[in-house]
């Protein structure tokens, strides 16, 4: 049985046409992923290549052929452009405008054989590199937990598969130029596979862009917006399952309580944009004070929370004290202003009868206690007799 090529790249033409606008209209709602303007772009590339072809065959004008195979060809250095997009990986031009320029010469410019072979051969071989290439950058960049990475691989790995076939194919002397591939052909299988290709790779592209937009949509609803820490919400429900692993493993469980000293006279007498840069700089102090492990929010205004799963009273206080001590000295002068900035703290670890509200109120008391001694120092969670009156509000 008989392939007929028009046939066959009609519906490739169409498939590849229609995930070319379906991707196009998906950056119309995801304007900040760039990369789906590349991977729009590949299969337009495609389609207006593939196009050209058909017409060439349709009309039997041959001069057609080297710009439709230069722009078919194109479309796997679009998608590994994409991909490097999407990541935020720097464009390498010289590749992306090189690549299709050297193909586009080959048809012009024989290198000791035939050029039709060689200009058939070179852009074939251009499909498994790149989406190799494009695979790579997809398996290693996993910082997020985007699931429909992985078909999308496989739906490149299947692609460059397929090529790799085509070009075995020529390299056996198998394929004819000047004749149609029979169905059970590496090229034949290339026409079907094709579609599933421009459809499928159209669809994880555009599902991979909504899943990092909805995982972003969690990370803000969970994200003090000012101090990058975890909000209230997100520190306790975090905070509940750490206490509750370290209660079943009978390990310690320390948390401590901040408070920056005076916040309230540093708005008055500075402003709130530099109070606004005071909480950023004290909450980039905690996290570059405390463990991978430990979990660090912002209670509200101008108090922070940590947890440090593991950590006994002890080495909570070591931390605490440390962040207390690293913010004096860097808050002392800030811009040449005399701000003197500092941070009081309470520390508290857990029993075996502690709820995680008990630990806070505890720290908390502790917290209380570093005030009304002086500010500007750590102090540790005591019995319930050191607990203040009921009608003492909290000092600054």
């Known amino acids: 049985m008989q392939l007929d090529p028009l046939t066959l790249m009609v519906p490739e033409v169409i498939a590849s046409a229609i995930s070319s606008i379906f991707v196009f209209g998906a950056w119309l709602r995801f304007?900040?992923?760039?990369?789906?303007?590349?991977?729009?772009?590949?299969?337009?590339?495609?389609?207006?290549?593939?196009?050209?072809?058909?017409?060439?065959?349709?009309?039997?004008?041959?001069?057609?052929?080297?710009?439709?195979?230069?722009?078919?060809?194109?479309?796997?250095?679009?998608?590994?452009?994409?991909?490097?997009?999407?990541?935020?990986?720097?464009?390498?031009?010289?590749?992306?405008t090189g690549a299709p320029a050297i193909l586009s010469m080959t048809a012009l410019i024989p290198v000791g054989i035939d050029t039709q072979a060689w200009f058939g051969t070179f852009g074939l071989a251009m499909w498994p590199v790149f989406l190799t290439a494009a695979t790579y950058v997809l398996v290693v960049n996993r910082t997020e937990p985007l699931p429909a990475r992985w078909i999308l691989s496989g739906l490149l790995m299947l692609h460059?598969?397929?090529?790799?076939?085509?070009?075995?194919?020529?390299?056996?002397?198998?394929?004819?130029?000047?004749?149609?591939?029979?169905?059970?052909?590496?090229?034949?299988?290339?026409?079907?596979?094709?579609?599933?290709?421009?459809?499928?790779?159209?669809?994880?592209?555009?599902?991979?862009?909504h899943e990092r937009k909805e995982r972003r949509y969690v990370q803000a609803s969970r994200c003090d917006p000012l101090t990058g820490s975890s909000n209230r919400g997100a520190f306790f429900e975090t905070a509940e399952r750490l206490l509750e692993r370290d209660r079943q493993a009978a390990a310690p469980c320390s948390l401590i309580m901040f408070d920056l000293d005076r916040f309230k006279a540093i708005n008055d007498t500075y402003g709130h944009?530099?109070?606004?840069?005071?909480?950023?700089?004290?909450?980039?102090?905690?996290?570059?004070?405390?463990?991978?492990?430990?979990?660090?929010?912002?209670?509200?205004?101008?108090?922070?929370?940590?947890?440090?799963?593991?950590?006994?009273?002890?080495?909570?206080?070591?931390?605490?004290?440390?962040?207390?001590?690293?913010?004096?000295?860097?808050?002392?002068?800030?811009?040449?202003?005399?701000?003197?900035?500092?941070?009081?703290?309470?520390?508290?670890?857990?029993?075996p009868q502690m709820n995680l509200n008990d630990m806070v109120a505890a720290a908390d008391k502790a917290l209380y206690s570093a005030k009304h001694k002086g500010r500007n120092r750590v102090e540790r969670a005591g019995g319930p007799h050191d607990a203040p009156p009921s009608h003492i509000v909290r000092i600054a």
């Open 160 to 209: 460059s598969f397929v090529f790799i076939l085509a070009l075995n194919e020529i390299a056996k002397g198998e394929f004819a130029y000047d004749k149609v591939p029979t169905l059970g052909s590496a090229f034949g299988v290339v026409h079907f596979e094709s579609i599933l290709f421009s459809m499928g790779t159209a669809l994880m592209m555009i599902l991979i862009c």
């Open 31 to 96: 304007r900040d992923a760039t990369a789906l303007i590349w991977w729009g772009a590949a299969h337009g590339a495609y389609t207006v290549g593939l196009a050209m072809m058909l017409a060439a065959f349709a009309t039997a004008d041959p001069s057609k052929i080297p710009l439709g195979g230069t722009m078919m060809c194109s479309a796997p250095v679009f998608v590994w452009a994409g991909a490097r997009s999407f990541f935020g990986l720097p464009m390498r031009w010289p590749v992306i």
């Open 273 to 351: 944009p530099f109070g606004d840069r005071v909480l950023q700089e004290f909450a980039e102090t905690v996290r570059q004070s405390i463990r991978p492990r430990d979990q660090f929010g912002r209670y509200g205004g101008e108090e922070f929370i940590v947890i440090l799963p593991g950590a006994s009273i002890e080495t909570a206080c070591a931390i605490a004290e440390r962040v207390r001590r690293v913010f004096a000295d860097s808050h002392e002068f800030v811009d040449g202003q005399p701000v003197r900035a500092t941070v009081s703290a309470g520390v508290a670890t857990a029993d």
